[in-house]
């Protein structure tokens, strides 16, 4: 099981970018699902993106055209570019490796704040 901690989050003003980093603490190679879930408050926590271990990417309708999932195994990492952030993009950002198994991993988030 692997430990993830994300970085990258922070306040922008609606139309900006941020991109998000979550870090392993060991290889990701082996890790078939990495997700970012996001929680706004008040609401319950939603899938933003997926991305498997072959490169096949999923999003929310939500962020389509907007967010990019990426992983360097190499690195060990997982990223979420956003781009053109709206104020409901606004909430915690989670990763997630595997969340479904057993064995599955769950950074403790990074706080997004976008600004009207």
């Known amino acids: 099981q692997v430990q993830l901690v994300e970085s990258g989050g922070g306040l922008v003003q609606a139309g900006g970018s941020l991109r998000l980093s979550c870090a392993a603490s060991?290889?990701?190679?082996?890790?078939?699902?990495m997700d970012w879930y996001r929680q706004a408050p008040g609401k319950q926590r939603e899938l933003v993106a997926s991305?498997?271990?072959?490169?096949?990417?999923n999003y929310a309708d939500s962020v389509k055209g907007r967010f990019t999932i990426s992983r360097d195994n190499a690195k060990n990492t997982l990223y979420l570019q956003m781009n053109s952030l709206k104020p409901e993009d606004t909430g915690v950002y989670y990763c997630?490796?595997?969340?479904?198994?057993?064995?599955?991993?769950w950074g403790r988030g990074t706080q997004v704040t976008v600004s009207s």
């Open positions: 997630a490796a595997d969340p479904d198994e057993p064995g599955g991993s």
């Open positions: 060991g290889s990701i190679f082996s890790i078939n699902v």
């Open positions: 991305i498997i271990s072959g490169g096949s990417t």
